[in-house]
């Protein structure tokens, strides 16, 4: 009963068991696991041999010499290939296989035990362990090469902020050798003023479990000191606290120097700005002022918040805020500059003058305008006195003018009065003196002259409003001609000869009441200064000159004169040589303004007592 | 009564729907709160002016600007003012389909949008013509 129950247990044991009897290893008792291992045909009494299922020529030796040397051997993880059926697919397993001698009482070799155990999953389980170990050796000098050529430092802090790891970039950096105390060590290499701070933060972080991110200065290994830049995150294993940091130290000097540079750059341009006595300001790119230099907040009384991204325009006379506020919309639209000139307040309420100009420049941060306000109210106000006294001016001229005309015209009425009580006086009274005669004709020729003063300088005050005159194109002949018909009395009391040659330029570009009056003066002046002995002459002839501009020459026979110097002005010499010819001077400057007023000159040549010739110069 | 007037960069474009559902509840809110204004949109460019007693606004300005929808707010002005320049809660933006929204109340085309209002001081209109443009675009600039 108990050996069945025994029987009953070896069979159905999940690992094989079997006895293999005799030299010949001819089975016996094999249980099913053991069967099915053997290839399920297995009859009893037969060699092993015989049907060795998928077991190795070298397992059957082994076999045999255990059976002769009666000791026990156990093969680990002996590969089978099973099952040996053609139909299935052949899978490796692994045993572990114990061959335990059968002896009998007198210590003679009996047979074989054979246990086998299926080790497949633990086997295949070490074997993916060694890979895995294998790939992570890989991976781990990879990585080792990764961190080890970067140019950064890299490290590992355990929890307690302890160096678990620094890359050797750290000692290649600091010049400390390999065997030195990191942690001990890398705080005084820190710079003093930033160890502090470095200590606090990388704790804290510490304590709080999250990473950092900061900067400070390390040595160098050349004494030097570095900014860097150390970051490094916490390894969580959740959900308990952090057991690590991993972290990268990266030197940042150049950047920070640089960007320190900027910095200071701006920095110094801003005291710039901020010294100048001038309203400085910067605006976005879309047109909101975003700095006001101190002048401004000086100047306005208005601090920048005060004053608004748009603040500047309410500091403007309010006629010029809306036009002013186009504009500068306009401006921002296009990028053209701004410019105009404002009266802006000041603090204490008085309008100045000012420049306001702005411009768009573009730098690394996109762009951005630039303004200025230049205060420009005393100049304003000094052009402004300049301008009403000019205009003052110009009204008492223009008075002065008016006056010499009213007076010269109301004083002909008197004057011609008095001839009318002078020629009645002279008609019905009697003188009784010797020289009364004389007398007379004195008083005559002074009526005569006050006449002939009166009516030139009415015509002049005439002809200079004149001067401004619009210009046609005329004929040169038919204005002479009327003009002559205006001097027929003298042209009759002389009995002068006048020819006009107009055919070499027949028409002048001219403004007529001036051409009039040019021709006037001339031919006037020329039977004025006409020689006692004899009868006048008078050529008017038009020309044109080298440079194809048009000339008029007068030519007279009459008394001539020297002329002295070039810079003495011609009316003045006639004036002087010719005391008795009345208003010739006014005469003479009034055609000379006139030409000159349209660009041209007046020449004159003359020989005492025989002539005198003037040529116009209508443009040079 | 203040005002306060902002410039933000949307996180994504934001859609037709998208905006007509924030004119429609920015219009509900905004009446209930006595809140006015007008929003500027367009290619993710944002402007907003929003007026009402400081005691709400400015509240309300740090809820919009801590809105994911859109990032970058700058806030230009926070001031007082005399008086309201917008007679309700209003929106201007180019919309992808025309059809549709000529008929929604506050809404603009933005050529279609009435001057800036002239009760406010000229300094602040300028802003707002000022952000109306950096958000539309120049007057007569053409919409793609
Ligand atoms: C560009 C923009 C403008 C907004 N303007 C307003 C506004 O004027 N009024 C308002 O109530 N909400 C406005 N909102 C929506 C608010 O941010 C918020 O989503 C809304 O008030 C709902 O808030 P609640 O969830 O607390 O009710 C705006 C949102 C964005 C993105």
Not at chain 2, 114 to 143: F, H, K, N, W
Request: charge should be negative.
């Amino acid at each position: 009963m108990r050996e069945q129950q025994l029987q009953h247990i070896l069979r159905y044991m999940p690992a094989g068991i079997g006895t293999l009897l005799g030299p010949e290893l001819r089975f016996g008792f094999l249980n099913e696991a053991m069967q099915n291992l053997l290839g399920g045909t297995t009859p009893a009494g037969e060699p092993l041999t015989a049907y060795p299922g998928p077991l190795t020529t070298d397992l059957l030796e082994v076999m045999k010499q255990v059976y002769e040397a009666g000791r026990p051997f156990v093969a680990k993880a002996y590969p089978l290939l099973l099952p040996i059926s053609e139909e299935e697919e052949k899978i490796r397993h692994y045993f572990d296989l114990t061959l335990e001698p059968l002896q009998d009482d007198d210590d003679q070799p009996l047979g074989l035990l054979v246990f086998a155990v299926d080790v497949t999953a633990q086997e295949e389980a070490r074997q993916r362990a060694h890979e895995l170990s294998l790939e992570t050796r890989r991976l781990d000098a990879r990585l080792r090469v990764l961190t080890e050529t970067a140019p950064q430092i890299t490290f590992s802090l355990n929890a307690d902020g302890r160096f678990e790891y620094v890359s050797p970039q750290w000692y290649y950096f600091t010049g400390q050798p390999p065997t030195a105390d990191l942690n001990a060590i890398w705080p005084l290499l820190i710079h003093p003023d930033d160890r502090l701070r470095v200590l606090y933060q990388s704790d804290t972080a510490r304590t709080m479990g999250v990473g950092w991110n900061y900067e400070y200065r390390l040595r160098r290994h050349d004494g030097q000191y570095r900014w860097m830049l150390s970051r490094a995150l916490p390894e969580l294993h959740a959900p308990d606290k952090p057991v690590s940091w991993h972290g990268a130290v990266t030197e940042v000097h150049d950047q920070r120097e640089l960007s320190e540079a900027l910095r200071r750059g701006e920095a110094e341009l801003r005291f710039l700005a901020d010294s100048i006595p001038q309203l400085i300001w910067t605006a976005s790119r879309v047109g909101f002022i975003e700095y006001y230099n101190k002048h401004t907040a000086e100047y306005t009384g208005l601090s920048e918040q005060e004053l608004g991204p748009t603040g500047w325009i309410a500091l403007l006379e309010t006629a010029e805020q809306a036009p002013a506020a186009r504009r500068w919309v306009q401006c921002v639209a296009t990028g053209e500059d701004f410019e105009g000139l404002y009266q802006m307040r000041r603090h204490d309420g008085q309008f100045r003058w000012h420049i306001i100009r702005a411009r768009q420049l573009t730098d690394s941060n996109g762009p951005r305008w630039f303004g200025a306000c230049t205060d420009v109210d005393d100049q304003h106000r000094l052009r402004e006195v300049l301008q009403t006294q000019y205009d003052e001016l110009a009204r008492t001229n223009r008075d002065l003018d008016t006056f010499v005309y009213t007076a010269s015209h109301d004083l002909k009425q008197p004057l011609f009065n008095l001839r009318g009580l002078f020629d009645e006086l002279r008609r019905t009274a009697t003188f009784h003196d010797a020289e009364q005669d004389i007398l007379l004709q004195m008083v005559d020729e002074a009526l005569g002259q006050l006449d002939g003063t009166l009516q030139e300088l009415a015509a002049t005050v005439q002809d200079q409003r004149e001067l401004a005159a619009p210009t046609e194109e005329l004929d040169l002949r038919s204005v002479a001609e009327e003009v002559l018909l205006g001097l027929r009395a003298q042209v009759q009391e002389t009995q002068a000869v006048v020819e006009l040659d107009m055919a070499a330029s027949p028409t002048l570009l001219y403004g007529r009441a001036n051409l009039r009056s040019v021709l006037h003066n001339l031919l006037s002046n020329a039977i004025k200064f006409a020689h006692p002995e004899r009868a006048p002459h008078i050529v008017a002839r038009s020309q044109v000159s080298d440079t194809g501009q048009p000339l008029l020459i007068v030519q007279d026979n009459g008394l001539g004169m020297s002329i002295s110097s070039e810079s003495d002005p011609m009316f003045h010499t006639f004036e002087r040589q010719h005391p008795h010819v009345v208003g010739a001077g006014v005469g003479l400057y009034l055609v000379q303004r006139i030409i000159n007023s349209r660009g041209g000159h007046l020449a004159v040549t003359s020989t005492l007592g025989e002539g005198t010739t003037f040529t116009v110069h209508w443009f040079e | 009564m203040n005002h306060i007037v902002y410039m933000s960069r949307a996180v994504r474009p934001l859609s037709d729907q998208d905006l007509k559902e924030l004119l429609d509840q920015c219009r509900r809110d905004n009446a209930l709160h006595d809140v006015t204004g007008i929003l500027f949109y367009s290619h993710g460019n944002i402007a907003q002016l929003i007026e009402g007693a400081p005691e709400i606004i400015e509240p309300l300005f740090e809820k919009i600007s801590r809105d994911g929808r859109h990032s970058h707010v700058v806030r230009l002005v926070n001031k007082p003012i005399a008086a309201r320049s917008f007679p309700d809660w209003s929106m201007a933006f180019h919309p992808l389909e025309h059809e549709g929204f000529q008929a929604l109340e506050g809404f603009f085309l933005p050529d279609q949008l009435p001057p800036t209002p002239t009760s406010m001081t000229i300094a602040d209109a300028l802003i707002v013509d000022l952000v109306r443009q950096a958000v539309l675009g120049a007057p007569g600039q053409s919409e793609l």
